[in-house]
């Protein structure tokens, strides 16, 4: 089976901060599960499909990479999938409290499921989902914060 780990989230839409993390992680892990989260509750910009194509897109020739939605508790779906790893991207002090606490509620949940958590590389800190849908609805030009495989009109609901 090997060391899998899940990288959940929503790529509301998927940015190259997303994307350099994933590729940092690869070395260290057998699979990578690229997980994105389905909540009826949020408004998002693309649909889970689309997001899903997206993600495909960019990592198309890696075999080491599965791309699938997910509903419900990340470590239920780590569970399902056999991994035991979830792996998160950290751009500040803040996203560290946050995923901090949501690291420990996991391991709680789960004591087989360890968080690894990589640094965001200094040149993407700023990016995030949030301001990069806003930049999309208020009709700029986001290109340069999402992976050059992504056309992100392609994708627009």
């Known amino acids: 089976m090997g060391k899998i780990a899940v990288f959940p989230g929503s790529f509301d839409p998927f940015t190259i901060g997303h994307e350099a993390i994933v590729k940092r992680a690869l070395p260290l892990f057998d699979k990578i ?15 889970a499909e689309n997001r899903v194509k997206m993600i495909n897109a960019v990592f198309a020739s890696e075999p080491k990479i599965e791309i699938e939605t997910f509903q419900g508790l990340t470590v239920d779906f780590c569970k399902a999938k056999g991994a035991h790893y979830i792996l998160r991207g950290l751009r500040t002090a803040a996203d560290f409290e946050y995923e901090r606490a949501m690291g420990q509620m996991n391991k709680k949940m789960a004591p087989g499921i360890d968080t690894v958590f990589l640094l965001t590389s200094t040149e993407h800190t700023p990016i995030n989902s949030t301001i990069v849908r806003d930049i999309i609805r208020m009709g700029g030009d986001a290109s340069m914060f999402v992976p050059k495989a992504i056309n992100l009109k392609d994708y627009l609901l």
């Not at 599960?33 to 649909?47: H, M, R, W």
Request: hydrophobic share 55%.
């Open 33 to 47: 599960v690229i997980a994105v989260g389905v909540n009826s509750l949020k408004n998002s910009l693309f649909s």
